[in-house]
């Protein structure tokens, strides 16, 4: 299995370029299934969630073209087997987003309960609540969600609890309802938005995105449309904590400090210098960087997907910093690999105490889910002598291209078996 070995102590410099944002992509990708039209995609990241994505709406019917390096062609005119299995949706929990546009374009589907992850038990309620009100009969048989609508109805639905791919469950379901839904307490993310963006570009009446309330004025059909995907704000502000920590100079193309606030908010508590361009953004790292401490909680608030990032970053700087996690009950796994790399953090419920250390030093450690591999990432980069990361198939769910990218920012970075 593939490890990343990675060598301490470049200070990384330089320009590169972001990709499209994988948790926009992938419900996009699942928009698809709403029209019998193509739906032409641009700035598609080659990940491996994305493969997986595709060969799951190939095995329903989806004919999928691939044009150039970032482009896609979706045909959903060949739709017919409206089915994700048990083998497809354990390797991705994603897979859930293929239910509501199945039933609103099928009348039915038969789907795999997605099950927990390293990060938290992650169950799909709301998504299957949102469904019911919307007319749909549904039931869990052998593992399997089995939803049933010769059409849904448009209805209002308030989740229990903000959920970024249930809001994009049912904001896909609605496209196609008869009538009006209104979705409450409904996530505001940018990749919901970008969502939102594409359907209306297939003919979709929604308005809201971006808002807890958005309203849905189902229509008969949607048609084809080209779609161009957002930049990946978390690869963005995954790399501007790899140059903080290293105090390094870097400027990101291809992205946008749109949707990063919170993070570039922080970056700049900590002592970084941030300068902020149309589609760029440039980081110039302080000699020592500041603690910050941080809670995460939904969009605009500070992103559960930086959590960990932010943590290697604490880990070696000056002053005690408080990390509160309120999204996912498991997600401090990547702590006793950091401490494996001298980290002093400790560990108080959903608080994480993180007092920095003058240095860290290099060891073998392991991955257990994408977002702490980065956080791994970033820690080996600063650490002196060399950090071997195991179980890197984790990364490659989620970043692309991560090792050129960085070495071509002055880090050394290699892939070993
Ligand atoms: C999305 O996951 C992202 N994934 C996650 O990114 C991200 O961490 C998360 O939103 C929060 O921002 C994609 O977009 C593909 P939720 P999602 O539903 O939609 C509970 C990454 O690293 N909940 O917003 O699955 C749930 O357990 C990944 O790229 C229910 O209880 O997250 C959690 O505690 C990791 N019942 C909370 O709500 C439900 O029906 C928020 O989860 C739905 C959610």
Request: with cysteine; hydrophobic share 45%.
């Amino acid at each position: 299995m593939d490890k990343l070995l990675i060598r301490g102590g470049s200070v990384l410099k330089g320009e590169v370029a972001m990709s499209g944002a994988k948790n926009a992509a992938l419900p996009i990708l699942c928009a698809s299934l709403l029209s019998a039209d193509p739906l032409e995609l641009g700035n598609v990241p080659q990940l491996n969630d994305i493969s997986t994505m595709l060969r799951l709406l190939g095995d329903m019917g989806i004919g999928v073209r691939h044009e150039g390096d970032d482009g896609l062609t979706l045909d959903g005119s060949g739709l017919n087997n409206p089915v994700a299995s048990y083998e497809m949706v354990k390797t991705m929990r994603a897979s859930i987003l293929v239910l509501g546009p199945l039933v609103a374009r099928c009348g039915e589907a038969r789907v795999s309960l997605p099950g927990g992850c390293a990060i938290g038990a992650r169950p799909v309620d709301q998504h299957i609540k949102g469904l019911q009100a919307m007319g749909a009969e549904v039931t869990v048989e052998q593992g399997y969600v089995h939803a049933r609508a010769s059409r849904l109805k448009g209805a209002r639905i308030c989740t229990d609890m903000v959920t970024v791919t249930g809001t994009e469950n049912l904001m896909m379901a609605a496209c196609l309802a008869d009538g009006e839904t209104i979705i409450e307490n409904a996530a505001r993310e940018p990749e919901v938005v970008d969502l939102a963006n594409c359907l209306v570009a297939m003919g979709a009446r929604i308005s809201g995105a971006g808002t807890d309330i958005i309203r849905i004025q189902g229509v008969e059909k949607l048609h084809g449309a080209r779609h161009s995907i957002m930049p990946d704000r978390i690869e963005t502000g995954t790399y501007l904590c790899a140059a903080a920590v290293t105090g390094g100079d870097i400027r990101l193309t291809r992205t946008s400090a749109a949707y990063l606030d919170s993070v570039v908010d922080k970056l700049m508590d900590a002592g970084c210098e941030i300068v902020v361009e149309r589609d760029a953004i440039r980081l110039t790292a302080p000699a020592k960087l500041k603690s910050v401490s941080l809670r995460t909680a939904p969009y605009p608030a500070f992103p559960t997907d930086m959590q960990a990032q932010f943590m290697a970053m604490n880990c070696v700087a000056d002053g005690v910093a408080t990390i509160r996690e309120t999204i996912f009950e498991n997600r401090f796994m990547h702590v006793s690999e950091l401490m494996r790399l001298g980290a002093n953090i400790q560990i108080e419920g959903n608080n994480a105490i993180v007092r920095g250390v003058d240095r860290l030093e290099g060891a073998t450690v392991m991955a257990t889910d994408l977002r702490a591999s980065a956080s791994l990432i970033i820690a080996g980069l600063v650490a002196s002598g060399e950090t071997l990361i195991d179980r890197i198939y984790h990364l490659d769910r989620g970043y692309e291209r991560i090792e050129q990218k960085l070495a071509a920012l002055g880090a050394s970075v290699e892939r070993v078996r």
